[in-house]
């Protein structure tokens, strides 16, 4: 079987999926914090803001960033989440931090 005939178009969809992954990962960002037009009063803040119960890894995340972005230690959260392999964290699992 010859090849040549689909070297063109192997080429020409190879190019395109680079394109869109170049422009995916100059554009792919957090969304901005919405500007604050007007700060609320002290009086209406709640004092402290309740303890999460889990969380939901994002892109990026590991053990330690976890444990370091919760305040929880890493041992903590190993004991909390025994199915939990510290090598192997997925978008959208969520941990037990208490």
Do not use: C, E, K
Not at 16 to 26: D, F, Q
């Amino acid at each position: 079987m010859r090849l040549r005939p689909f070297a063109g178009p192997a080429a020409f969809l190879l190019a395109a999926t680079l394109a869109v992954a170049g422009i995916r990962a100059l554009t792919h960002h957090a969304p901005a914090a919405p500007a604050r037009t007007q700060a609320r009063p002290a009086a209406h803040r709640p004092a402290t803001q309740p303890a999460r119960r889990v969380y939901v890894v994002r892109a990026g995340d590991t053990l330690a960033a976890v444990a370091a972005r919760t305040g929880v230690p890493a041992s903590r959260l190993l004991r909390l989440n025994p199915s939990l392999q510290p090598t192997a964290l997925f978008l959208g699992q969520r941990i037990r931090l208490r």
